[in-house]
C-alpha cells in the first residue's frame, strides 16, 4: 500500500511560483512512475506533468510546458512540483498519484494512476 500526502499549495498573484511537494510511504515507492493531475471546479482531472521511476524521463502537459518542473528525490520518497510563471488558469486542486505499472511509455491517463493523494488547492489571482 501506497499513502500519498500533498503539501505546498496556497494563494499567489499571476507570475508567482510555488513548489508543491508529495510524500509518499511505502518501500516500493521508488519503482513507481509519478504524475501529478489537477482539477478546476466543475471541470475533468487532467493530467499535468509525469516522471518516471530513476527520475530521468518526464513529461508535460502542453499548458504547463516550460513553466512546470517535476522532480523526484526517492531517498526522500518525494516527488516534487515546481509551478513557475502562474496563471489564473492554474487554478484548480493538485493531486499527485501513483502508477505501480511498468510501462514502456509514461502515463497520461488518470485510470492508470493506482494510488492517489487528497489534494492541495493551488489559487492564483489576476
Known amino acids: 500500500q501506497v499513502q500519498l500526502v500533498e503539501s505546498g499549495g496556497g494563494l499567489v498573484q499571476a507570475g508567482g511560483s510555488l513548489r508543491l511537494s508529495c510524500a509518499a510511504s511505502?518501500?516500493?515507492?521508488?519503482?513507481?512512475?509519478m504524475g501529478w493531475f489537477r482539477q478546476a471546479p466543475g471541470k475533468e482531472r487532467e493530467f499535468v506533468a509525469t516522471?518516471?521511476?530513476?527520475?530521468?524521463?518526464?513529461y508535460y502537459a502542453d499548458s504547463v510546458k516550460g513553466r512546470f518542473t517535476i522532480s523526484r528525490d526517492n531517498a526522500k520518497i518525494t516527488v516534487y512540483l515546481q509551478m513557475d510563471s502562474l496563471k489564473p488558469d492554474d487554478t484548480a486542486v493538485y493531486y499527485c498519484?501513483?502508477?505501480?505499472?511498468?510501462?514502456?511509455?509514461?502515463?497520461?491517463?488518470?485510470?492508470?494512476?493506482?494510488?492517489w493523494g487528497q489534494g492541495t488547492q493551488v489559487t492564483v489571482s489576476s
Open positions: 498519484a501513483a502508477d505501480s505499472a511498468h510501462r514502456m511509455f509514461l502515463s497520461v491517463t488518470v485510470k492508470e494512476y493506482v494510488y
Open positions: 516522471i518516471n521511476w530513476s527520475g530521468d524521463n518526464t
Open positions: 511505502g518501500r516500493i515507492f521508488r519503482n513507481y512512475a
